[in-house]
């Protein structure tokens, strides 16, 4: 692998969710958007806030606060969404398109795997696999996420109908 190809495994786009801060991978990054009008799509799974139009595609767009369970405070708005690009779920060459909201980002950062410890192992039967480690920057931590482990099967099912049939709405109108 050149050293360019692994500069830019290394870097992560950062950004915070309340008080804590976060990372994905810029592979899975594709831009970063001003929030934007959502169109709300009904039986969409709660932690999904919608669709927007994205020069002509429909995009669903995540709120990882409620994914996460994490509480939704008031203080905090959503300030922009990151489009991302995550496996789609018949495993094969296809890219699922997701927006993903956040309170704000900051930049990209390059994090050596050396700088990289393990997903918190605290005794308790809690699922980590979303999480690829935990970055250690400046002497604090962020919380780098495996951004294709962070929906189920199950989500990415009902998600991909859900949109399918936001099309077939729009195209019908």
């Known amino acids: 692998m050149s050293d360019l190809n692994v500069a830019v495994l290394n870097q992560y786009l950062s950004f915070t969710l309340g008080n804590e801060k976060y990372g994905i991978n810029i592979v899975n990054t594709r831009e970063v958007l001003e929030a934007t009008e959502l ?7 709660d932690f999904m806030c919608g669709v927007i139009n994205l020069r ?3 995009v669903p767009v995540l709120d990882l606060k409620l994914k ?39 930049k990209v950062l ?21 999480i690829h480690g935990m970055g250690k920057v400046d002497g604090e931590f962020i919380i780098l996420l495996n951004i294709n482990k962070i929906l189920s099967t199950q989500d990415l099912v009902r998600i991909s109908d859900n949109v399918s049939s936001a099309k077939e709405d729009e195209n019908d109108s």
């Open 68 to 106: 996460f369970k994490m509480e939704r405070d008031h203080g905090h708005e959503r300030n922009n969404i990151i489009v991302t690009e995550i496996d789609d779920i018949d495993g094969g060459e296809g890219k699922l398109t997701i927006g993903i909201y956040t309170d704000s980002v900051h």
């Open 110 to 130: 390059t994090i050596e795997p050396e700088d990289i410890e393990e997903p918190p192992k605290i005794g308790i039967q809690i699922n980590t696999e979303f």
């Open 39 to 45: 169109t709300r799509v009904p039986r969409m799974p």
């Open 56 to 58: 002509g595609s429909v």
